[in-house]
């Protein structure tokens, strides 16, 4: 740790890292090497399958609800969204 006067001010200051010219590369391997490590955590054929299956899934869904947007038009899909509120708020 080093300390710095300033001498418009009197104040103390203390820098509590030096900076070196290897820091970026340290820090950039040790990030990547945590990358690594938590990518290796989920290694399991059948979390990435069912990780697909429902991330496909989900995909179609919003796929299928765009297009029944687009069918509707702003008119009816309001109406519709209406009516989803009100079943939604009587449970």
């Known amino acids: 740790m080093s300390e710095y006067i300033d001498p418009a001010t009197g ?3 203390r820098t509590l890292t030096e900076l070196r010219a290897t820091a970026a590369r340290e820090y950039q391997d040790a990030m990547l090497q945590r990358v690594e490590y938590f990518a290796n955590q989920g290694e399991s054929v059948f979390n990435n399958q069912l990780e ?3 991330v496909k899934g989900l995909s179609a869904a ?9 069918k509707l038009g702003p008119e ?8 989803i509120e009100k079943i939604l708020l009587t449970f």
């Open 11 to 13: 104040m103390k200051i």
């Open 62 to 70: 919003l796929d299928l609800k765009l297009k029944i947007d687009e």
């Open 52 to 54: 697909n299956l429902v």
């Open 76 to 83: 009816r899909l309001n109406k519709v969204h209406k009516f």
